[in-house]
């Protein structure tokens, strides 16, 4: 094999690897969120879209995550949407397949109250436990994009008008 086939065949293996990302854990106070470019403070409501291109996003909010991945034309669409179990930080869910629950007692960063939950969780038990309303992805997705508005920069906020109160 010559010089330039044996170039071409690592660069192929490296970029074929790139494809195959997996969850990994979020870094409290080090990695953050590529909508809104805030610190991730809290993992339990961390998100990690993998793009198109193997490239692992990471978001401090479900809504940040809605709001970037509406933003995508359909041949940037994600790849692979995960949300942190709020029950178990350490576990990723499927965006797709998660429980959610919005507007219930536990507080999201950017002011949607949106947690996300596992695919087998109760939602009866959790509205019961939490308040607020048991919804899909789908609803998400709309939710935020109701409730998106434009900023004085041109760009989108999926945050709600008192998100940095607190």
Known sequence: ??????????????????????????????DSCAYC???IDDVRFGVLVLTNRGRLQTFDSIECAAGWVAAQDATHAPTAIWV?????????????KAVYLQGSRLRSPMGRDLVAFATDADPDALQLAHGGTAITWPRVQEIVAAA??????GTRTPEAPDAHAH
């Not at 942190?84 to 797709?96: G, H, L, M, R």
């Open 37 to 39: 470019r805030m610190t």
């Open 148 to 153: 998106t508005g434009p900023i004085p920069d």
């Open 84 to 96: 942190t179990n709020f029950a178990d930080p350490s576990q990723w869910v499927d965006a797709t």
């Open 1 to 30: 094999m010559t010089r330039r086939h044996l170039i071409l065949s690592l660069a192929l293996a490296c970029l074929a690897g790139c494809g195959d990302a997996e969850p990994h854990a979020l870094v409290r106070g080090e």
